[in-house]
């Protein structure tokens, strides 16, 4: 900004609001003001002289009474013909170098049409830093023009009259108009100003003092930091008087140029961005408010996530935990050790060259079988069927007759057919019993007996139904070979295996009437005219050999077959063997099977021969043998011991079979050593042998960890 000075002989007096003029120069009130300003201590007296501003000084070095007398508050020609030449000018034009407080009121310069509307800045900042300002005489206010303003008023005028600048905050430094004086006559001043200036160029080092900015002193807030200046006209006319300028001190120089921060001043923007653009607000902003974050490392983030997971992981596995605990245990179990034990020596049975068979002994279970097991006619054998179907729906016990049962006329018409065995004789009307006809069914094999019980079984015409029944009985026993469709066996279609039919022989025979009625070699029956005898006689009577039955069959599809059954005494245990042979068949021609049934009989003679000469008793168990043990059903085991001997009637090399079974009641899950928790079955069948078995350990449930780590 250009400075502006006023001719110091002007006398013209400035306009004013007031009634009253302002006083000439050299008044007795002018007087009192310059000499109040002249009293007090000048701050800018001690100030750092601002090496930026320009030194004004004349062509031969000396100072510029004009701009003195200009920056001199309140002093007049008189006055200012007494300063010392050496003292400090307080007319140094540096903005930050008035007083000024925050708590002031910024008084705006009075406008040419006489309005408080302050003038626009004509230069920059920069400008008016480096060049003095030189304030024209003009009214401040109407206290001033009038001379009734107050103290605080004046005092502050006084302030403002140190450098002529007034402070405002958000403005820059400006220059205050001469009201009175006219564009041209300002730029007359001005020129006339510059030209009684000493220039830079002649050679003077003089420079106005300059003092460090205010907020570096701590003497001002970050609002004031930002305020700008507005020059003001002084109190009275300046003098002309001379005023010499302070040389500029060097270390002064370097502080005001230079000048430290302040301790709680906030950090500066960064600097710009390579390119010359501005960082991005918001880094700005936190690179001024925020602490950055620590940089992300492995190991923070393996810590962060241990931090999220671990509780959602424990309420995870205590959930679990509860659950496992809360699930009921599983059923124990018994577990064999071993599922079959085989007797010491070994044994060959004299099988025939032809057909099949099968050999069991009680309780021990089967011996062998021989022949390829293919459903085959069986002839009469149909008849066991029969016989065990009809007690299995009506039981008799031992010595009862049972129920009487009428012969109807196609009982008596069946017993007059040729080419198969049946009952002659029969009157239609007349009564047996239920046991009478089952002798004439298994002694003589009367085929037209085995019909009319089927059809008394069922009650109707037809035996198909009761054919059913057969068949639904083999299923049960597991015959998956055989299959019945006549009841008597007469029909070739009626088929099965040996083995299909050791399953019968064995199921039948537990039955104490039917084996009471298979071995009698002969039966007189009240009703007919003569006694009946047993197709299997030969065998039921040989000596030695113990044959009890059971029945024999012949035809010439079927050829001889024969289920048989034998008894011998070993020691205090009398088992019963059992068999079946089947497909018997002689050379040339056999009406009948007559032929065949000679054959079967002979060949099964010597199969009973060599198993009754076979049969020994033999130990198998022994007491505290561990058999097996106890399952928890979580990976826990409690071992099982026999608390008996078992000895087992069978021939050597034969196959015993082992089971473990629940004893009465559940299996516990923890019971005191010694304690019989089941029983082990040695063999097959109702003779089947069995000991009790005991926990040679206490028994006890899963432990804590075992049901919390369970997955099944």
Do not use: C
């Not at 020596?345 to 099988?351: L, M």
């Not at 083999?474 to 469709?485: P, V």
């Not at 050999?545 to 059971?550: A, F, M």
């Not at 063997?577 to 007559?594: E, I, N, R, S, Y």
């Amino acid at each position: 900004m250009k400075a502006v000075t006023v001719a110091s002989g002007s006398s013209e007096t400035p306009k004013t609001e007031g009634p009253e003029e302002r006083p000439e120069p050299g008044t007795e009130a002018e007087a009192a003001l310059g000499t109040a300003d002249a009293d007090e201590p000048d701050p800018a007296a001690d100030r750092t002289p601002d090496p930026d501003a320009d030194a004004d000084t004349d062509a031969d070095g000396g100072p510029d009474a004009d701009a003195k007398a200009a920056t001199e508050p309140g002093s007049d020609a008189g006055t200012d013909a007494d300063t010392d030449p050496d003292e400090p000018a307080a007319a140094s034009i540096e903005p930050d170098a008035a007083v000024r407080e925050p708590e002031a009121k910024p008084v705006a310069a009075a406008g040419a049409d006489g309005s408080d509307t302050p003038a626009a800045p004509e230069d920059t900042a920069a400008e008016a830093e480096a060049e003095a300002v030189t304030p024209a005489p003009g009214p401040v206010g109407d206290g001033a023009e009038t001379g009734e303003g107050d103290a605080e008023e004046v005092e502050d005028a006084q302030d403002a009259d140190a450098t002529g600048l007034l402070k405002v905050p958000g403005t820059a430094p400006t220059a205050a108009p001469d009201d009175d004086a006219t564009a041209p006559e300002r730029e007359a001043e001005s020129e006339e100003g510059s030209a009684d200036r000493p220039s830079a160029e002649a050679g003077s080092t003089a420079v106005a003092p300059r003092r460090a900015p205010s907020w570096a002193r701590g003497e001002e807030s970050d609002a004031e930091r930002t305020s700008t200046f507005v020059a003001l006209k002084p109190l009275t006319t300046p003098s002309p008087s001379p005023a010499p300028a302070p040389a500029a001190h060097p270390r002064a120089a370097a502080t005001a140029t230079a000048p430290a921060p302040r301790p709680d001043a906030p950090r500066e923007p960064a600097p710009l961005a390579q390119g010359g653009g501005a960082q991005p607000p918001l880094d700005l902003l936190a690179e001024l408010t925020n602490t950055a974050p620590p940089p992300e490392t492995p190991r923070r983030t393996a810590v962060r996530r241990v931090k999220i997971w671990t509780p959602v992981l424990l309420l995870l596995a205590g959930a679990v935990g509860g659950a496992q605990l809360l699930r009921p245990l599983p059923a124990p179990a018994l577990v064999s050790a071993a599922s079959a034990h085989t007797l010491d020596g070994q044994f060959t049975i004299p099988w025939p060259a032809q057909g099949q068979g099968a050999v069991s002994v009680s309780g021990a279970g089967g011996v062998g079988t021989f022949g390829e097991q293919q459903p085959v006619p069986t002839a009469s054998v149909a008849k066991v069927m029969t016989a065990y179907v009809i007690l299995k729906g009506h039981p008799l016990r031992k010595g009862e007759a049972g129920p009487d049962i009428v012969v109807d006329e196609k009982a008596v018409a069946d017993g007059t057919s040729e080419h198969e065995s049946r009952i002659e004789d029969l009157t239609t009307g007349t009564k047996f019993s239920q046991q009478d006809l089952l002798k004439m069914l298994m002694i003589p094999s009367g085929n037209n007996v085995a019909r009319l019980l089927a059809r008394w079984d069922t009650g109707s015409d037809s035996e198909q139904a009761f054919v059913a029944k057969m068949n639904a009985a083999a299923q049960e026993l597991g015959m998956a070979d055989t299959t019945y469709t006549d009841p008597s066996g007469l029909d070739a279609k009626t088929v099965s295996t040996a083995a299909d039919q050791l399953k019968l022989a064995e199921a039948v025979m537990e039955d104490e009437v039917f084996r009471s009625v298979v071995a009698l070699p002969d039966a007189t029956i009240k009703g007919l005219p003569k006694p009946i005898y047993n197709n299997n006689g030969s065998l039921l009577t040989a000596p030695g050999l113990s044959i009890r039955g059971i029945k024999t069959g012949s035809s010439s599809a079927a050829g001889g077959t024969l289920m048989w059954a034998a008894y011998k005494s070993v020691g205090d245990e009398t088992p019963l063997v059992l068999g079946t042979l089947m497909d018997q068949h002689v050379d040339g021609p056999d009406p009948d099977g007559a032929n065949s049934l000679v054959l079967v009989k002979a060949n099964s003679k010597k199969i009973i021969e060599a198993v009754r000469a076979a049969l020994a008793s033999a130990p198998v168990i022994r007491k505290g043998q561990t058999v097996g043990h106890v399952a928890d059903g979580l990976g826990g085991r409690t071992p099982l011991v026999a608390t008996q001997d078992v000895n087992v009637v069978g021939v050597p090399g034969q196959q015993l079979r082992l089971s473990l079974g629940a004893g009465k009641g559940a299996l516990p899950h923890s019971a005191k050593a010694g304690t019989e928790v089941g029983v082990l079955t040695v063999g097959e069948g109702s003779g089947a042998k069995t000991v009790p078995v005991a926990v040679r350990d206490a028994l006890a449930e899963p432990s804590f960890t075992t049901r919390l780590t369970r997955l099944g």
